[in-house]
Each structure stands twice: as structure tokens, then as C-alpha cells.
């Protein structure tokens, strides 16, 4: 879930490389929108974002208790409430968008549950920050993570292939947060893997900052229902230390919070000479944009020199 921050990534570079929930079953027409009505509190009132902040009880076969930001389409919507209303609301998803609807206060809207049509809202952003990978050796980059198999693996042994790099959790249930992120992924992985005499010098990196409930068994399980090739995609878990200095380490900034967590975005794109070539700080449909970078990145393409102040604030991080 988004924590809004575009500042530019600045530590890569020493690595080398949201009264009891209800649900109901949807009643109208639309086959492809599931519909919820919710309890919870409102915790904020997010207006250039369209979002809705609300802390809501567990909604049942969907989504354990939380707080986190909800997508607002309709903008009247953000001013019907105020923040610590203990209010309903109406949670629509689809396979690749959800938001909510009807705030009403708890007392004036219990029982109250429409349908509605999905629209698809996808969004593409990207950051640029070419900056040189540091010399300065760091101890992170030989630490051995855990990988979906179980496996050690360090960071150090992708040097020589372009990499993406994002960070999510698996039970995050909200289409176009971390699972939005993963089918990005998937998708890069089938056009890259099609190509015919494309490179191989490529890997996608998805590392969980849930390493209490996201175990080897349940990364590979959920690395299997986006029918990842463990020889292109790996899945990375380990001691929560070592978790939050590297999401440090690249701009990442993600709290627990009542079951979930809060969490920017960070798609980053390293190339084969380890160099950081490009940051999406964003989720929607990154993939094309991805497999471009990633196409760069494997033949190592991107040379710019950094100003000095930035190598200086480089050097100066990492000393």
C-alpha cells in the first residue's frame, strides 16, 4: 500500500545489483466484480491521491484485519466522512482494479450492499536515476538470503545479468498493489522467455518484507500460481533485519500495520554492469516498460556518469 515518496533511490547503489466486517456474494450481473460491505474506521482523508485510509475488521475468504489506503473514484466521495468516523463501506474488486464506495456512517448503513460495474484504472510512471554502482564493498551484497526452494542466495550471484528488483507480500489481496506488481513479472518473464535469439542474461528478483508469514512453502506456492521459472525468478526471504536494510537500501519504506503493511513502490532496474538504470515508483501495468529496460540492462548500455554531488552523497552513505 502506497506511502507517497518519489524521492530518487540512493542506496541500491553500494549492492550491485487498509462492529464486525460483512461480505456478501455478488448480487447483480457483473460476474467479474466481487462486492463487500465493510466496517471500520477512517483514518484519513487522502484528497490528490483519491484514497481513503481505513482501519476495517477482517472481510471473510478475502482479507485479514488492516489498515490501508482504499482507491476512491468518485472524488464527492472524500468529503462524505470525516476521519474517526466509525463508518460502511462498499469494496469492490476485480482481477485488476478495486475501490470503494458509499461511506456511511456505521448507524445509517448497516445492511446496505449494491453492485456496481468495474472499471479498469491503470497507471504507468516511471522515474529515471542512472547513477554507477559503488565500489565500497558491503557485507549485504554477500549475505545469503532464502529463496523459494529454500535455498541460500546472495545478491551478488545475479552479477552479469540486467535485474528488476521489487518488494511486496503475498497476502497483500488488493489487485493492483502487490499482486499487480507480481503480474508485471509474469508478464516480463513470458515476452522475455519468447524472444526468439533474445538475451538470457536476465532475472526478476521479488523479495517479501512478510518473512514471519511468508516462508519458503508459501513463497513457492505462490511463485507457482504465476507460473514463475525459477531459473529467470526468484523469490527472496530472510531475517526481518536483513529485510529492512535492504528495502533501505533501495528507498523502500514499509511499516507493519494491523495485519498488513503500508508500503511505497519501488521497481528497479539494474543492469548487467550493476549499474542502476531506471526506478518505477509506481505499481499499474509496468511490463512492457520493464521488459525494455531490462533489454538495455543485459547489454549493459547505460553509461551515465553521475553529478558530483551525487557520487559524493554516494560515497558519503556508504564509508
Known amino acids: 500500500m502506497p506511502i507517497r515518496d518519489y524521492r530518487r533511490v540512493s542506496g541500491w ?3 550491485l545489483l487498509s462492529a464486525s466486517a460483512g461480505i456478501l456474494s455478488p448480487v447483480c450481473c457483473d460476474a467479474d ?7 471500520g474506521v477512517l483514518k484519513e482523508v487522502r484528497q490528490e491521491e483519491h484514497q481513503l485510509v481505513i482501519s476495517h475488521e477482517e472481510i471473510p475468504h ?15 466521495v472524500l ?20 475501490w470503494v464506495d458509499h461511506i456511511q456512517p456505521l448507524a445509517a448503513a448497516t445492511g446496505t450492499a449494491r453492485s456496481l460495474a468495474a472499471l479498469p484504472n491503470r497507471s504507468v510512471a516511471s522515474e529515471p536515476g542512472p547513477a554507477p554502482i559503488s565500489r565500497t564493498p558491503n557485507a549485504l551484497r554477500d549475505y545469503k538470503f532464502t529463496n523459494e526452494l529454500g535455498e541460500p542466495i546472495s545478491l551478488a550471484e545475479f552479477r552479469g545479468q540486467a535485474i528488476a528488483l521489487t518488494f511486496f ?35 526478476l528478483v521479488s523479495v517479501t518484507f512478510d518473512p514471519t508469514h511468508d516462508t ?19 523469490f527472496l526471504t530472510g531475517p526481518s533485519d536483513k529485510i529492512a536494510e535492504l528495502a533501505r537500501l533501495c528507498d523502500v519504506k514499509f511499516a507493519a500495520d494491523n ?34 529496460e531490462l533489454l538495455k540492462g543485459a547489454g549493459a548500455t547505460n553509461h551515465a556518469t553521475p553529478s558530483l554531488t551525487t557520487r559524493s552523497r554516494i560515497e558519503a552513505n556508504h564509508q
Not at 285 to 290: G, H
Request: hydrophobic fraction near 35%.
Open 79 to 98: 468529503t462524505e466522512a470525516s476521519s474517526g468516523d466509525h463508518i460502511t463501506f462498499q469494496l469492490h474488486v476485480t482481477e485488476s482494479d478495486s
Open 259 to 292: 495485519g498488513g503493511f503500508n508500503h511505497n513502490f519501488r521497481t528497479l532496474i539494474i543492469d548487467a554492469s550493476n549499474r542502476l538504470q531506471m526506478v518505477f515508483p509506481t505499481s499499474g501495468d509496468l511490463s512492457e516498460a520493464i521488459v525494455q
Open 13 to 15: 547503489v553500494a549492492l
Open 169 to 203: 507480500f503475498t497476502r497483500c489481496p488488493i489487485p493492483q498493489y502487490c499482486p499487480r506488481l507480481s503480474r508485471n513479472f509474469e508478464e516480463v518473464q513470458r515476452k522475455l522467455s519468447a524472444m526468439v535469439h533474445g538475451p538470457t542474461n536476465w532475472h
Open 33 to 39: 466484480t466481487t462486492n463487500y460491505v465493510v466496517q
Open 62 to 76: 478475502f482479507m485479514e484485519a488492516m489498515t490501508m489506503p482504499f482507491h476512491v473514484k468518485d472524488a464527492p
Open 216 to 234: 519458503p512453502d508459501v513463497l513457492r506456492a505462490y511463485a507457482n500460481s504465476y507460473h514463475y521459472d525459477r531459473a529467470h525468478w526468484s
